[in-house]
């Protein structure tokens, strides 16, 4: 099953984030593939955010160091962008924290036992983005978004 959601402003965005953050245990998987400027690292912002608001500060691109990680109230968050790597060795991590994951594939979706979010981000207009969302291993977590 795929969620359908029409973004037509950075606060529609933050919302969606903090909705998503309210439902998270800390042990998800939450893939994000998109352009270039399609919202993937505010939407990690967002989300880390609304986890701790004390957080938000730290939050950015990780595209030189590969991996951010953000020690919150809840739960670690550890923020990956595969971007210039063609590898990485996620099994440390897995479990263990949130894990985010910028330029994900939807392959990636085929790690068991763990609860996996799947979210592409197409650019519509300006400030309009449309997320298309599947969910694996985590159906509070659908029932959470719907």
């Not at 029409?6 to 984030?17: D, N, P, T």
């Not at 800390?26 to 957080?55: H, M, Q, W, Y």
Request: charge should be negative; glycine fraction near 4%.
């Amino acid at each position: 099953m795929e969620i359908v959601k029409k973004i037509s402003s950075l606060s529609q965005l933050q919302e969606f984030a903090k909705r998503l953050s309210d439902c998270l245990k800390g042990n998800e998987l939450i893939l994000l593939k998109g352009n270039l400027a399609s919202g993937k690292t505010t939407f990690t912002r967002f989300l880390v955010s609304s986890i701790d608001p004390e957080a938000e500060d730290q939050v950015n691109s990780p595209t030189f160091s590969v991996m951010n990680e953000y020690e919150t109230s809840r739960f670690p968050v550890y923020h990956i962008d595969l971007y210039r790597i063609k590898d990485f060795d996620f099994s440390d991590i897995l479990g263990h924290g949130v894990v985010v994951v910028e330029w994900a594939e939807k392959s990636m979706m085929d790690i068991e036992d763990l609860p996996v979010v799947f979210i592409e981000f197409d650019v519509t207009g300006e400030n309009e983005r449309v997320l298309r969302i599947s969910i694996k291993n985590g159906n509070y977590l659908k029932d959470c978004l719907k």
